[in-house]
T-cell receptor, first 115, second 113 residues
């Protein structure tokens, strides 16, 4: 399967714990996005990488959140001191500037539950 | 501030009928308008997309109609099938930037057999 993959698919944690999610984009895609989706809502943009550079961050990305994309390949999203309000589906998407109309391809997401 | 408003929130259609979902946007800088389909437990999948230099785009049973002056666009699903039952999201983005997608709130479509 050459699509976007995310790991883990589900994560249950206690409030105050740190969690880290991983995203592996489609191999030739140099653009990578993180979104957050809460129940009954559309995905909301969190942050964007072009290769290894983090070029844009949403105001939703508080200082408890950090994202990296070393070497421009996979990306990680870490949430420190989790809060119940962090419970959501975290989606990763990738894209290539060569694609017509900047199509973004989404992974299956990581569902986070904070108890 | 919600920049893309989507309606209806839910839609029930008989098999073979036409499903219509509407979206309106505020930011006139948006120049790319995709529709995504999402099944439970899955990530969104791109269905069809349009740029504002055309008023309509058709791919199979799916058609986007775009009205630039009204800042509105809609998805029409012809001959709706039970397998089309999913949540549909409209979205918009701006070229030349990070091109992050701004999504609508979604429409849960149920197609009855």
């Amino acid at each position: 399967d050459t699509g976007v993959s995310q790991d883990p698919r589900h994560k249950i944690t206690k409030r105050g714990q740190n969690v880290t999610f991983r995203c592996d984009p489609i191999s030739e895609h140099n653009r990578l996005y993180w979104y957050r989706q809460t129940l009954g809502q559309g995905p909301e943009f969190l942050t964007y990488f072009q290769n290894e550079a983090q070029l844009e961050k949403s105001r939703l990305l508080s200082d408890r959140f950090s994202a990296e994309r070393p070497k421009g390949s996979f990306s990680t999203l870490e949430i420190q001191r989790t809060e119940q309000g962090d419970s959501a589906m975290y989606l990763c998407a990738s894209s290539s500037p060569g694609l017509f109309l900047n199509e973004q391809f989404f992974g299956p997401g990581t569902r986070l539950t904070v108890l | 501030q919600q920049q893309v408003k989507q309606s209806p929130q839910s839609l029930i259609v008989q098999k073979g009928g036409i499903s219509i979902i509407n979206c309106a946007y505020e930011n006139t800088a948006f120049d790319y308008f995709p529709w995504y389909q999402q099944f439970p437990g899955k990530g969104p999948a791109l269905l069809i997309a349009i740029r504002p230099d055309v008023s309509e785009k058709k791919e199979g049973r799916f058609t986007i109609s775009f009205n630039k002056s009204a800042k509105q666009f809609s998805l029409h699903i012809m001959d709706s099938q039970p397998g089309d039952s999913a949540t549909y999201f409209c979205a918009a983005s701006i070229s030349g930037s990070a091109r992050q997608l701004t999504f609508g709130s979604g429409t849960q479509l149920t197609v009855l057999p």
